[in-house]
C-alpha cells in the first residue's frame, strides 16, 4: 500500500510538473545586443567620453606647467631654498595631476553605470512588452557574442555566465525589442 501511495503521490507530481511546464511559454533575448542597439547608449556613452577627453586635455595643459618647472629645476644649483621650492611645486603639482586624473577616470566611470543602469531599466520594461504582446510568461536573457577572456579563469566565467546555452531561433525576441526601442520606446 505504502508503495502504491507513493508511486500516485510521484505521478502526481510528475503529472503537476508537465501541467506546470507546458503552461511555461517563454522566449530569450540578447540583452547585451539590445543595450547596445538602444537608441540613447551611442549617444549618452559618446557624451559622457567626449566630455572626460575634453577634461583630460585641460589636465594635460596644465600638466605642461611640470615641465617648465623641471627646466627651471635644472638650472638651480642643488639644495638652495630655490631648488627646493621648484622641487615642492613640482611634486605638488605632480600629485595634482595624478588625483585630478583617478578623480575623472572615477567619475566617467560612475556616470557610465548610472547611464547603463538606466538604459537597462528601459529596455527590460521593453521586454515586458513585447513578450506581453507574445503571450510569453518569461524571457531568459542569452548573447550571441564569443566566448571571451584572456585567462582560463576569465574565459569559464564568461561561459558560466551564460544562462542560455541553446535556445530555438523561433524564441528570439531580441530583433522585436530593437524595433520597439527604436519606435520611441525610451
Partial sequence: MRRFTLSLILLGCFACALAAQAAVKAGVVDMLRVLNEHPET????????????????KL????????????ELDLLKEGTPEHLE???????????FELDQ????TRANLEMVDIMKDIYAKCVEKVGEVAKARGLNMVFMTTSSK?????????????????????????????EVIAALGKGGK
Fill in 42 to 57: 551611442k549617444g549618452r556613452v559618446e557624451k559622457v567620453d567626449a566630455d572626460s577627453k575634453a577634461t583630460l586635455e
Fill in 60 to 71: 594635460k595643459e596644465a600638466y605642461a606647467s611640470v615641465r617648465k618647472l623641471e627646466e
Fill in 86 to 96: 621648484k622641487l615642492r611645486q613640482i611634486s605638488q603639482l605632480k600629485a595634482t
Fill in 102 to 105: 583617478k578623480t575623472l577616470i
Fill in 147 to 175: 566566448v571571451g577572456g584572456r585567462t582560463r579563469a576569465e574565459t569559464m566565467n564568461d561561459i558560466a555566465s551564460r544562462p542560455v546555452v541553446w535556445a530555438d531561433p523561433a524564441m528570439d525576441i531580441t530583433a
